[in-house]
């Protein structure tokens, strides 16, 4: 699962990623979701059409309910960012070898230590 994820599409992937217990969610739970959280006023179909592109990527599972569908993550956030960083990270070097790894490891090195402290503690956790 390669890929990245567009603005719109990163927020309603927040939403199924906090939904309590991976919680089946309709388009209109996350219409009301986003609507509540944003100063723009997004339209049924916008959603609707984010999920369907999300469902296709196989970001997000369906099930029938009733004439429509509910949807839930099909990975966790940490899976996907840990397998879109894998993947990004091993195409990089695949494609530029030796380059792209001294230029990740400059990028570390600017790094604020706290943020590298809570990565340790993440990557720990695992």
């Not at 009301?32 to 369907?52: C, G, K, P, Q």
């Amino acid at each position: 699962m390669h890929m990245t994820l567009g603005e719109l599409e990163k927020r309603v992937m927040d939403i199924f990623w906090s939904a309590q217990s991976n919680a089946s969610l309709s388009v209109r739970d996350v219409l009301d979701s986003i609507n509540r959280e944003s100063s723009d006023a997004y339209a049924y179909n916008t959603i609707l059409t984010v999920i369907t592109h999300l469902f296709e990527k196989k970001m997000l599972k369906r099930q029938p309910a009733g004439k429509a569908f509910t949807y839930t993550a099909a990975c966790s956030k940490t899976d996907f960012v840990a397998r879109t960083s894998s993947n990004l990270f091993s195409q990089m070097e695949k494609e530029y070898g030796a380059l792209a790894v001294a230029h990740f490891v400059r990028y570390m090195e600017n790094v604020d230590p706290k943020i590298l402290e809570e990565a340790r503690r993440l990557i720990e956790k695992e």
